[in-house]
């Protein structure tokens, strides 16, 4: 391995590579902020919805969980277009990460939400807060130092996921340095740059998890 000839490269394809890191991590956000959001929201259904409602939410969780994300990504980039939904490549494999995200979290967010003691929701109503005040000042704080280490996890594999969206065309992060790859031949050394750029960003979500559990975490 010509090290020199390889760092030459790098520096001459760094646009282009700061570029798809740059809509790796754009995806990512957006993928893992709605995902969480609407994930929440399925948490609070599985939980405490009437029976009809965990029901359709119980079968949306279930087959977005037992769905490959390569599949989901395929299916809402050429099933929603067939039905007339035109999304671009970056919308569709969003979209379909979102999803994905949503279904781990509702099941993370459900979990956590089970493991307080009823009694503490039935003392809450009894002096007089909405369930929205409950699920504010109560259950939400008490959940959450339950739900980040696994949200953490979910986010990274979210990252990872990512990689995916170059089948539909999206011009992230592993097709950049496929495209640098081809003019240059230098397969494993831009592979190896890949891999680290993934691990950074990886890791910078894994310490912003341990510095929000910190913040979240009963004082000893």
Same mark, same amino acid.
């Given at each position: 391995m010509d090290f020199a000839a390889f760092l030459d490269q790098a520096w001459a394809s760094r646009n282009l590579i700061l570029a798809g890191l740059g809509r790796t991590i754009l995806i990512s956000a957006i993928a893992i902020f709605f995902g969480t959001i609407l994930g929440v929201a399925i948490g609070v259904l599985l939980t405490y919805g009437n029976i009809v409602v965990r029901f359709v939410i119980?079968?949306?969780?279930?087959?977005?969980?037992?769905?490959?994300?390569?599949?989901?990504?395929?299916?809402?980039?050429?099933?929603?277009?067939?039905?007339?939904?035109?999304?671009?490549?970056?919308?569709?494999?969003? &979209?379909?990460?979102?999803?994905?995200?949503?279904?781990?979290?509702?099941?993370?967010?459900?979990?956590?939400?089970?493991?307080?003691?009823?009694?503490?929701?039935?003392?809450?109503?009894?002096?007089?807060?909405?369930?929205?005040?409950i699920f504010r000042y109560v259950l939400m704080p008490q959940a959450m130092r339950q739900i980040l280490p696994t949200w953490v996890n979910t986010a990274t594999e979210i990252v990872k996921a990512s990689t995916l969206l170059s089948i539909i065309g999206v011009v992230?992060?592993?097709?950049?340095?496929?495209?640098?790859?081809?003019?240059?031949?230098?397969?494993?050394? &831009?592979?190896?740059?890949?891999?680290?750029?993934?691990?950074?960003?990886?890791?910078?979500?894994?310490?912003?998890?341990?510095? &929000?559990?910190?913040?979240?975490?009963?004082?000893?």
């Open positions: 119980r079968i949306y969780t279930d087959f977005l969980r037992g769905t490959p994300v390569f599949v989901l990504i395929l299916a809402c980039f050429y099933i929603l277009s067939v039905a007339g939904v035109d999304l671009t490549p970056f919308q569709a494999g969003t &979209f379909a990460l979102a999803l994905f995200c949503s279904s781990h979290v509702g099941e993370i967010v459900r979990g956590a939400l089970k493991a307080i003691p009823v009694g503490q929701t039935e003392a809450a109503r009894s002096i007089g807060l909405t369930f929205p005040q992230e992060l592993l097709l950049t340095i496929q495209q640098i790859i081809s003019r240059t031949y230098m397969t494993l050394e &831009f592979y190896f740059l890949a891999g680290i750029l993934y691990f950074i960003v990886d890791f910078a979500i894994e310490r912003a998890g341990r510095y &929000f559990e910190r913040r979240v975490a009963i004082p000893d």
